[in-house]
């Protein structure tokens, strides 16, 4: 069974930084990419990061140049390093495997984590 286990999150002031990891345990044949959704109070989750099977990257603008996501394959773990971070980075982060294929004939999943709660004081 495929498991996405985070860590990392906790408390910051503004301006100092965290370092986020996802690691997935169960087998697949393929994911499309894997990254990193926040949600904050009231508000609808959002895409922070991710990073495709074939490498490239993508942000979200708020924090592009802030936030640099990474990967190991060999450890099947991205990490999310946090820089500079603001009040308004404060949310639940959520790993996400993207669209993927538990065999090479199955019907695309998407996979989430539980969650790590950043809080960032101002």
């Known amino acids: 069974q495929v498991r996405l286990a985070e860590s990392g999150g906790g408390l910051v002031q503004a301006g100092g930084s965290l370092r986020l990891s996802c690691t997935r345990s169960?087998?697949?044949?393929?994911?499309?990419?894997m990254g990193w959704y926040r949600q904050a109070p009231g508000k609808q989750r959002e895409l922070v990061a991710d990073?495709?099977?074939?490498?490239?990257?993508n942000y979200a603008d708020s924090v592009r140049g802030r936030f640099t996501i990474s990967r190991d394959v060999a450890k099947n773990t991205v990490y999310l390093q946090m820089n500079n971070l603001k009040p308004e980075d404060t949310a639940v982060y959520y790993c996400?495997?993207?669209?993927?294929?538990?065999?090479?004939?199955?019907?695309?999943?998407?996979?989430w984590g539980r969650g790590t709660q950043v809080t960032v004081s101002s």
């Open positions: 169960g087998t697949i044949f393929s994911a499309n990419a």
């Open positions: 990073i495709t099977s074939g490498g490239s990257t």
């Open positions: 996400n495997l993207d669209r993927v294929l538990l065999t090479k004939v199955s019907r695309p999943i998407n996979y």
